[in-house]
């Protein structure tokens, strides 16, 4: 039988090597990738806790709410390295109970928590107001409540409101909803990754 040989030489190869060569090596430097993840993380994070609806201490006090959680979304940094990308959100937030209970105790010098207990006091300290403003009291039902009453009538109280529950320590149950998913970081994550490698292969194009 006879046979019939066909050689096809296909040439072009070394360009598109080169071309591939080119987006390894740029690529080989993580750390702008990792920049523009860690940017895109931040920004979603703030984004994230902007949209957090938890005012249910001012809703029942009847105050306004006390912009909290724009505050720490504003605190929301980040930062990067060759190795690695980092969101960074003060301890202050308290949001770190996403992750675990919290537990909070007086500051140096100080034997108790002030927990607001009227409209008037929410969002504030006892320090914030003149002093005489209030006074000690312990309150008696199924059990003994120290508190800081209203001395004098003024206001939206009356005297001998509460103004705040005093507490020896407070305890904060884990709640992970207070910060972005594994599965949203992931998604946010692979995104940048992806819009980098685009806008790169863009500009070198």
């Known amino acids: 039988m ?24 740029a690529l080989a430097d993580r750390k702008p990738l990792h920049t523009s993840i860690a940017t ?8 994230y806790i902007r949209g957090l609806n938890r005012h249910n201490s001012a809703a029942r006090l009847g105050a306004k709410p006390s912009g909290f959680h724009e505050r720490a979304a504003k605190s929301v940094s980040h930062s990067s390295d060759d190795v690695q990308a980092t969101v960074r959100i003060p301890r202050r937030t308290g949001l770190g109970r996403a992750f675990r209970d919290i537990v909070i105790r007086p500051g140096s010098g100080r034997k108790y928590l ?8 929410y969002g504030k300290v006892a320090r914030d107001f003149p002093e005489g403003t209030f006074k000690f009291s312990v309150l008696k039902s199924w059990r003994t409540f120290l508190v800081l009453v209203f001395a004098e009538a003024s206001g939206r109280h009356e005297k001998g409101d509460v103004a705040y529950w005093l507490k020896r320590e407070v305890t904060q149950k884990q709640d992970r909803t207070l910060l972005p998913s594994e599965d949203g970081y992931a998604k946010v994550a692979r995104g940048s990754t992806l819009a980098y490698i685009a806008n790169h292969i863009y500009r070198s194009a």
Not at 2 to 22: A, C, H, M
Not at 41 to 47: E, H, K, Q
Not at 114 to 121: A, R, V
């Open 2 to 25: 006879n046979q019939l040989s066909v050689n096809i030489e296909v040439t072009g190869y070394e360009q598109f090597d080169k071309e591939l060569q080119r987006y390894r090596n």
């Open 40 to 47: 895109d993380a931040a920004a979603f994070t703030s984004a």
């Open 114 to 121: 002030t927990l607001p207990g009227h409209e008037e006091t």
